[in-house]
Nanobody, 126 residues
Framework: QVQLVESGGGLVRPGASLRLSCAAS????????MGWFRQAPGKEREGIAC????????RYADSVKDRFTISRNNDNNTVYLQMNNLDPADTAVYYC???????????????????WGLGTQVTVSS
C-alpha cells in the first residue's frame, strides 16, 4: 500500500522557519503529483501547494505564496515544504498528499489527490 509519512513539524515562534518532509513508499509507479494541505481546528482542509513530477509546474495558495516553497527529490521519493516567516495563522496539522498522475496539471483541491499522510502538527505561538 502507498504510504506517506510527514515529519518536521513542531512548536516555533512567529517569524521562524520550519521544513516539513514527506516520505513516500509502497508505490509501484511514479507519483506524478504531490502536494501539501493543512487543517486548523474548526476549519476546512486547505490546499496550500502542489508540485508535478519534474517540478515544472508549482502552485501555491494565496495564504502561503511568497513564504512557503515546495520541492521534491525523486531519488528518495520525498517532497518538502520550506515554511518561512511563520505566523500564528499557519498553526494547523499539515498533510502530505499524492496522486499517480501525468501531465502538468497541479491543483490544490482534495479531489486532485488520492493518497494521504496522517499529518504533522505545526504550532506557531509566542
Amino acid at each position: 500500500q502507498v504510504q506517506l509519512v510527514e515529519s518536521g513539524g513542531g512548536l516555533v515562534r512567529p517569524g521562524a522557519s520550519l521544513r516539513l518532509s514527506c516520505a513516500a513508499s509502497g508505490f509501484t509507479q511514479t507519483i506524478g503529483r504531490m502536494g501539501w494541505f493543512r487543517q486548523a481546528p474548526g476549519k476546512e482542509r486547505e490546499g496550500i501547494a502542489c508540485i508535478t513530477f519534474s517540478g515544472s509546474n508549482i502552485r501555491y495558495a494565496d495564504s502561503v505564496k511568497d513564504r512557503f516553497t515546495i520541492s521534491r527529490n525523486n531519488d528518495n521519493n520525498t517532497v518538502y515544504l520550506q515554511m518561512n516567516n511563520l505566523d500564528p495563522a499557519d498553526t494547523a496539522v499539515y498533510y502530505c498528499a499524492a496522486k499517480f498522475a501525468y501531465g502538468n496539471m497541479c491543483p490544490t483541491t482534495r479531489s486532485g489527490f488520492e493518497h494521504w499522510g496522517l499529518g504533522t502538527q505545526v504550532t506557531v505561538s509566542s
